[in-house]
């Protein structure tokens, strides 16, 4: 079960209301996601001044304030100038609305599709049907498609349960979705063999498990990290082999294997690795229990402390 908390940094970028039928859940939308990359910017290798990025005119040469900027769009030689009223004006862009189209099994929204995902919080009016909609949803495993408009885009979205919260997933229309024909998939005649299909399963099964987030981490981030550290530390003379360690040499006419043979390899690796863990583990567990009955012996083999007498009260007379 997944647990969503809201933070005092979280801002709503947008307020709307979940339609479907005749019942309206007035809602907030949060950001569900932000980026956790370390922030670098540019800089001139050869004097290290900071690179800036300036909106300039091509007719006037004049700097352009992000405030002064129009869109604009062009064909044929003709330019179209859309204001900031001009896409206002547009009927979809006034609503603020999520408009429940459908509802459809859970596995039948491939991924692919998935965009941006926002978090839904129920104004205080509308915590009984937002509870309502989210139990519905959890107890029938179906997801509801929406209908939306945000920041000058018309969308389509997945409104689903992530545990005791809704959350919307953008999706994207079917047209940005590309469509993959790689001819050599197509002319390219493979015969897959049972014995491959079976020492492939067997890889498979070694390396199958429920997916945790938390046991992964970003490497390149950290290892960013690192660097950026040692730098500020040492400066530019770091040295990134004391920092990372040597890099691995690459071997001259690596060992070609035929499929069978690599897979047979990965397989036995894996049960190696698997053995080396069990024992590992049966070792410590046999320690501690070791470690546990000498304990024990020691206490029965130590001279036992004579105990005090206990101390006769005595009763005070006035």
């Known amino acids: 079960m997944w647990n969503v908390r809201f933070t005092g940094l979280m801002r709503s970028i947008w307020k709307g209301a979940i339609s479907f039928g005749l019942v309206s859940v007035p809602v907030k939308v ?12 540019q800089v001139h290798d050869k004097d290290r001044g900071r ?23 062009e064909e044929g030689g003709r330019t179209v100038v859309l204001t900031d009223e001009d896409l206002k004006s547009l009927p979809v862009e006034r609503s603020r609305e999520i408009e429940v189209v459908e509802f459809v099994p859970d596995e039948q929204i491939d ?58 997933q953008a999706l994207l229309w079917p047209d940005e979705v590309r469509e993959a024909a790689f ?26 498990s429920d997916f945790e987030p938390e046991q992964f981490t970003d490497e390149y981030q950290t290892q960013l990290t690192q660097l950026v550290e040692a730098k500020l530390a040492k400066g530019d003379a770091v040295d990134t082999e004391e920092t990372f360690g040597a890099p691995a040499e690459e071997g001259e006419g690596a060992e070609v294997l035929d499929l069978m043979e690599a897979l047979r390899r ?3 690796s894996r049960r190696k690795a698997a053995g ?7 070792a410590k567990s046999s320690a501690g229990t070791r470690s546990r009955a000498k304990k024990a ?20 007379t006035g």
């Open 266 to 268: 990965s397989v036995e």
């Open 30 to 41: 949060y950001s569900a996601t932000e980026d956790h990359d370390l922030r670098l910017h």
């Open 276 to 282: 080396g863990a069990k024992e590992s583990s049966g």
């Open 297 to 316: 012996d020691d206490a029965e083999g130590a001279p036992q402390e004579e105990k005090a007498p206990p101390k006769r009260r005595t009763r005070k």
């Open 51 to 73: 690179i800036r990025y300036q909106r300039r005119c091509e007719v006037c040469g004049e700097v352009v304030e992000y405030a002064d900027i129009d869109k604009a769009y």
């Open 183 to 208: 001819p050599v998939l197509e002319d390219t005649e493979v015969k897959i063999s049972d014995k491959e299909l079976k020492m492939s399963s067997s890889l498979v099964e070694s390396l199958s």
């Open 111 to 168: 991924p692919m599709y998935f965009e941006k995902s926002y978090y839904l919080e129920p104004e205080k009016v509308g915590v009984k049907p937002y509870q309502l909609l989210r139990r519905t949803l959890e107890q029938t495993e179906l997801t509801a498609v929406v209908k939306f408009a945000l920041r000058q885009k018309s969308r389509l979205g997945a409104l689903r349960v992530r545990g005791d919260v809704m959350v919307l």
